[in-house]
RNA sequence: GGGCCUGUAGCUCAGUUGGAUAGAGCGCCUGGCUUCGAACCAGUAGGUCGGGGGUUCGAGUCCCUCCAGGCCCGCCA
């Protein structure tokens, strides 16, 4: 209602100043600083100053008195030196909210595919994966949210070294056959995927110490790419078996996935082959003939640079000066393919993202993996026979790459591709949705019992290392979170069965963690602190969840009591919605609580989800500051008490949808 | 050496394409549970927005420069 009302009021005063002064700027509607000073803001009138060479305030004075009247819209106010404040007509904003029928989205034809999580099947996931699925779930579900078809897109580097390592650890270290690795998949007592975390940090210290070791990694990984032998199959039970405990791990914080493509398939199906015919036809990487890269095809260094130009800002001033920094340095060139013949990483990545907007003349076939608890399916690719009944997949309009800042040199690198092979559109509609990574604090290693270098005690935050084994093991955090809600649950609700409080635990657990992994913005490093994630007091996920419950509270006390809810639609109408609504903190709160559409959409334009974290934070504190003033069930007069009630319901309602949106449950009680 | 990011209250962070009196949480201090359960609410204290220039009606926000920190720049993935 708030978006269409915005937009509304937008259409108008770009109509009118059109019309009026033959002038075509853009309105931007803002929140106004203090609440008091309405609903909306236009600043139009400073840039109108501009172009009319009058003072912003007059031209504000004069555009509020000629402004056509429009729909919803009480008032508008000259302010300071020059803003225009809207006011709504809170009777006809209520009484819209109140036969609301949510007008379900335009579903749109056009696809976005999201990538996200892409975690190595070697070991464990860790915290900074953590950070990755709960931006990229959260993206998948707003972009849902306002309509958007949208597919799931896991990728599986299945047989890259990282996934080596760990055949190198089980074979040449262990010296354990296929049959004995699928023994401790098996093994129901033991968790593999936090086995092959240790094995992964030995063969690596292994590696340090006997560098002549290495061989076996070359070995390993040329077995796992031609799919031959023992190691080749050690690597598909491996990969396999932590894949699905990846699948778990982001199973319990409610994220989901439509198709896993694989390396593998990427390899044995020959993707590559038809990206590198394109691009050697469009001349977007030429065969070194001397120098040290001899040999390579490579993408020449000015392609992907220029190409950087362009998608930032429009370069700097001098544009001359920048030109002659452009060198024809071979230190820059990117090398694609190997003098070995064989495909560099960011070669398969720009294949990957060519079949992702359907760009090539390959497409996989496809197994189901797994089927969800909701019945969704989740497939993954296959280079054998494939069902028949798969959907389509890929042939994206738009794609968004969930991935940590330190890829955007290689994202840089597979736009530029995208862009030299003429593909100019969808270079601009691959994004490149970075993070910051979480990094650990000192402290928290302490806690943890991980040892640190002189160096690093003094540093303000460590970086999480696989190879180091330093890091904090998903599950594990999830189990402290679980451990730590089941406390406060047990003693808040002794009666309750221990099944519903281990449910309600990890509910707010859940909520704590897609929180805390949401609030801050995406260019932050997350130092990882233990006692700020275990915190569930202030601006976190429980925080919010528990003003649901207090509103659900209000609803289930109520109906214990003998009560029935109010026929609202008959009990209540504009003129009521006038007269309640002109207490100021009932009216903010209800509007407030009506623009989760609109945070949703700011929250994507912006590309910051956590933008819409921090929204239902402020709802949610608006609320309970209102709970406590307002004592809604012993409120005399029951007509107001039927007004607050229906004001706690639309709370409920609209805040269990944002919180639905950031993947967060509602608990039942806390 | 080049590219990108960051620097705002004691700590952790927001700050809406330049706009009205710079905000929140934590921590500290004070007050509030016989109530729809306090995982809460109210209040106090706490700021040269890293330093210096510039652009203009207006700069935490844009430009330049310096300082500090981080990440990336491989025939690894």
């Given at each position: 209602m708030f978006l269409v009302l915005a937009h509304r009021v937008r259409d108008a005063v770009a109509a009118h100043i059109r019309q009026r002064y033959d002038a075509n700027v853009s309105v931007v509607i803002e929140q106004p600083r203090q609440s008091n000073f309405g609903e909306l803001a236009l600043p139009v009138c400073f840039s109108l100053a501009k172009t009319l060479k009058r003072a912003p305030r007059r031209i504000a004075e004069e555009m509020v008195t000629e402004l056509p009247p429009i729909e919803g819209v009480a008032s508008f106010e000259v302010a300071a030196g020059g803003y225009i404040n809207v006011r709504f007509d809170r009777g006809a904003y209520g009484e819209s909210l109140l036969c609301r029928t949510a007008a379900a989205p335009e579903s749109s034809t056009r696809k976005i595919i999201v990538e996200h999580t892409?975690?190595?099947?070697n070991k464990a996931a860790h915290i900074g994966h953590l950070r990755n699925a709960v931006m990229g779930d959260t993206l998948v579900r707003m972009l849902r949210r306002l309509g958007h078809t949208v597919e799931v897109q896991n990728y599986i580097d299945n047989t890259g070294v990282q996934v080596a390592d760990v055949v190198v650890g089980f074979h040449f270290l262990e010296k354990k056959t296929p049959g004995q690795v699928q023994a401790l998949v098996d093994d129901p007592d033991l968790r593999f995927d936090f086995r092959c975390w240790d094995l992964y940090a030995r063969t690596s210290q292994h590696y340090k110490a006997?560098?002549?070791?290495?061989e076996w990694r070359a070995a390993t990984l040329h077995a796992i790419e031609s799919d031959e032998g023992e190691l080749a199959e050690t690597g598909r039970i491996v990969s396999n078996a932590i894949v699905n405990k990846h699948l778990d791990t982001m199973g319990r914080i409610g994220v989901e996935y439509d198709l896993l493509p694989r390396e593998s398939e990427i390899l044995h199906l020959r993707f590559w082959d038809a990206a590198f015919e394109l691009l050697k036809e469009q001349g977007a990487i030429v065969l070194e003939a001397e120098g040290k890269n001899k040999g390579c095809w490579i993408m020449p260094a000015r392609l992907f640079q220029e190409s950087l130009k362009t998608t930032r800002k429009l370069g700097r001033k001098g544009s001359a000066e920048n030109q002659s920094e452009i060198t024809e340095d071979q230190d820059q060139d990117k090398v694609i393919v190997r003098s070995n013949g064989t495909v560099t990483y960011v070669g398969k990545d720009i294949a990957y993202q060519l079949w992702k907007f359907g760009l090539i003349d390959k497409d996989f076939r496809y197994v189901s993996f797994r089927t969800y608890t909701d019945g969704r399916e989740l497939w993954a690719s296959s280079a054998g026979e494939g069902d028949a009944s798969a959907p389509r997949f890929g042939h994206g309009e738009k794609i968004y790459n969930v991935i940590d800042v330190r890829q955007s040199y290689l994202q840089d690198v597979v736009r530029a591709g995208l862009r030299s092979l003429g593909f100019e559109q969808q270079a601009r509609d691959s994004v490149h949705f970075s993070y910051e990574m979480v990094a650990l604090t000192p402290r928290c290693c302490a806690e943890l019992g991980i040892e640190l270098t002189d160096e690093d005690k003094r540093r303000s935050f460590v970086e999480v290392s696989g190879r180091k084994g330093l890091g904090v093991k998903a599950d594990d955090l999830i189990d402290m979170l679980i451990d730590k809600a089941l406390e406060e649950v047990r003693s808040r609700h002794a009666d309750t069965p221990e099944e519903e409080q281990h449910r309600i635990a990890s509910e707010i657990a859940v909520g704590a963690l897609r929180y805390f992994m949401l609030r801050f913005s995406r260019t932050t490093v997350i130092a990882f602190d233990l006692q700020e994630a275990l915190s569930f007091d202030g601006e976190t996920g429980p925080y919010v969840q528990y003003a649901s419950v207090r509103a659900r509270n209000i609803l289930r006390t109520l109906a214990e009591r003998g009560e029935s809810l109010p026929d609202f639609d008959k009990q209540l109408d504009r003129m009521a919605f006038e007269e309640q609504l002109a207490q100021e903190d009932c009216w903010q709160l209800l509007l407030e609580a009506s623009r989760g559409e609109w945070a949703i959409d700011r929250s994507v334009t912006a590309e910051e989800p956590a933008q819409l974290a921090r929204y239902a934070f402020r709802l949610a504190q608006m609320f309970n500051n209102f709970y406590h003033q307002h004592h809604i069930l012993n409120e005399p007069d029951e007509f107001r008490k039927t007004f607050l009630l229906w004001m706690a319901r639309f709370f409920l309602g609209e805040l269990t949808r944002v919180l639905d949106t950031m993947g967060i449950p509602s608990p039942k009680v806390m």
């Open positions: 892409n975690i190595n099947p006997e560098p002549e070791s290495l």
